[in-house]
Every structure is written in C-alpha cells, then in structure tokens.
C-alpha cells in the first residue's frame, strides 16, 4: 500500500531552522514527483516546493525562496525539506504529495493523489 509519512516539525523560534522528511513506502521514489504544501490556520493549503524524480530539478514558492531547499535520497526512499530563516508566517501543517507530472502546475493540489497526514510546523517566540 503506497504510504506518505512526514516528520521533523516541531516548535521552532523565529529565524530558526528546521528538516521535514518525508518517507515512502509501498513504492519507490525514484519516479516520482514529491511536493510539499502547507496550510495555516483559516487558510487555504498552498504549495512550497516540489522536487522532481532521477533529475531532481525543482520548484519553490516566492514566499520561501532563498531560505527552504527541497532534496530528495532515493536510496532512502525519502524527500526532504530544509527549512532556514523561519518566520512566524510559516507555521502551519506542512504535507508531502506524490504525483507524476513535474512542470509549471507543481502547485496544484490535484497534480498528487497521493498525501501524507502531514506535521506541524510552529514558528513563535
């Protein structure tokens, strides 16, 4: 059964930094596109970045250019997300997507049938 499992959020201050990781099974990475995408309280979900399969090019939103950086371990069936320079802006539920398709869509929620159950990430002093 193909599986998504996020971990790695917590409570951080701001400008600090934290790792999401998100974990496969029941399928092999190596082919897939990953997004990660968030959403905060009364907000809708959007989306953060999105890596794609073996040439690991990648997308991120204006919002965490420069301070997130999505890399992939397909020997660990795992994709990760470092995130630095957290503002309180960013807390939300963070969720990791598998899809298909890599291109100028990545954002779109409908582009990955599959979801994780996703992680709370808290930036507060």
């Known amino acids: 059964q193909l599986q998504l499992v996020e971990s790695g959020g917590g409570l951080v201050q701001p400008g600090g930094s934290l790792r999401l990781s998100c974990a496969a099974s029941g399928f092999t990475l190596d082919y897939y596109v990953i997004g990660w995408f968030r959403q905060a309280p009364g907000k809708e979900r959007e989306g953060v970045s999105c890596?794609?399969?073996?040439?690991?090019?990648?997308y991120y939103a204006d919002s965490v250019k420069g301070r997130f950086t999505i890399s992939r371990d397909n020997a660990k069936n795992t994709v990760y997300l470092q995130m630095n320079s957290l503002k309180p802006e960013d807390t939300a539920v963070y969720y990791c997507a598998s899809g298909t398709r890599f291109g100028v869509r990545w954002y779109l929620e409908e582009e990955y049938p599959y979801w994780g159950q996703g992680t709370q990430v808290t930036v507060s002093s």
């Open positions: 890596i794609s399969g073996r040439t690991a090019m990648s």
